[in-house]
């Protein structure tokens, strides 16, 4: 049996970029609680790409040490589009795009993790049944000034480029699904530190304990990008 101080350490420090908050998330670990791990994925592209490996891998150790893993599908948020690493506007996906990108998801995320033992949520599930009441409330509790801070927007900002309204709501309706599925961790690139740091503040905002977040590193491409 593995030694549980070595499962714990490889957990925070293997493929691991950063971790928030670190003493807290060892506490939990320490604990013997079962956790409940985060990550999502938007089909915004017919496949999943090999960088979410990175991030799925870190699932599956979660998986392994007895943690309950919870992968979301974000069909509803796929309609915006994550603003993450983007220099301009990204099209808009409909139902039918994002239904097609889908349908092999769960068969590509179960060469990695154990999908039998995961628990699999489409944001669509609750954001179907929001009225304009509750939109309206998620987003009283920001500001615009602190949603434009994220490094994306300021640099379009710099360059002229139009920021929609949509994606500086998407950072907010991502951090609500920490919220609908008690997320204890979530997982993420070191590009998506703005959003799953959301998640926190969305979290906070409803009376809800914060998650504690991972990073992890981004795999380059070709060019170096």
């Given at each position: 049996?593995?030694?549980?101080?070595?499962?714990?350490?490889?957990l925070?420090?293997?493929?691991?970029?950063?971790?928030?908050?670190?003493?807290?998330?060892?506490?939990?670990?320490?604990?013997?609680?079962?956790?409940?791990?985060?990550?999502?994925?938007?089909?915004?592209?017919?496949?999943?790409?090999?960088?979410?490996?990175?991030?799925?891998?870190?699932?599956?150790?979660?998986?392994?040490?007895?943690?309950?893993?919870?992968?979301?599908i974000?069909?509803?948020?796929?309609?915006?589009?994550?603003?993450s690493?983007?220099?301009?506007?990204?099209?808009?996906?409909?139902?039918?795009?994002?239904?097609?990108?889908?349908?092999?998801?769960?068969?590509?995320?179960?060469?990695?993790?154990?999908?039998?033992?995961?628990?699999?949520?489409?944001?669509?599930?609750?954001?179907?049944?929001?009225?304009?009441?509750f939109?309206?409330?998620?987003?009283?509790?920001?500001?615009?000034?602190?949603?434009?801070?994220?490094?994306?927007?300021?640099?379009?900002?710099?360059?002229e480029?139009?920021?929609?309204?949509?994606e500086?709501?998407?950072?907010?309706?991502?951090?609500y699904?920490?919220?609908?599925?008690?997320?204890?961790?979530?997982?993420g690139?070191?590009?998506?530190?703005?959003?799953?740091?959301?998640?926190?503040?969305?979290?906070?905002?409803?009376?809800?304990?914060?998650?504690?977040?991972?990073?992890?590193p981004?795999?380059?491409?070709?060019?170096?990008?």
């Amino acid at each position: 049996m593995a030694d549980p101080k070595t499962v714990l350490s490889g957990l925070l420090t293997r493929a691991v970029e950063e971790v928030i908050v670190r003493e807290h998330l060892e506490e939990m670990l320490a604990s013997g609680r079962k956790l409940r791990v985060k990550f999502g994925i938007d089909p915004t592209a017919p496949d999943i790409h090999l960088g979410h490996t990175v991030p799925l891998r870190k699932l599956r150790q979660f998986q392994d040490a007895g943690h309950q893993a919870v992968l979301i599908i974000g069909d509803f948020t796929a309609t915006i589009g994550d603003p993450s690493g983007r220099a301009a506007l990204r099209p808009s996906l409909n139902k039918d795009q994002i239904k097609e990108n889908m349908k092999n998801y769960l068969a590509e995320a179960g060469k990695v993790i154990d999908i039998k033992k995961t628990e699999i949520r489409h944001n669509s599930e609750w954001y179907k049944n929001k009225g304009n009441d509750f939109l309206m409330d998620l987003a009283s509790k920001f500001t615009i000034a602190r949603l434009l801070e994220r490094d994306d927007f300021q640099k379009r900002l710099k360059d002229e480029r139009d920021i929609s309204l949509l994606e500086i709501l998407y950072p907010i309706l991502q951090g609500y699904d920490s919220f609908e599925v008690k997320a204890d961790v979530e997982l993420g690139g070191t590009d998506q530190k703005f959003n799953l740091l959301m998640g926190r503040k969305v979290q906070k905002r409803f009376g809800q304990a914060e998650q504690d977040i991972l990073t992890v590193p981004l795999i380059e491409g070709l060019d170096g990008v």
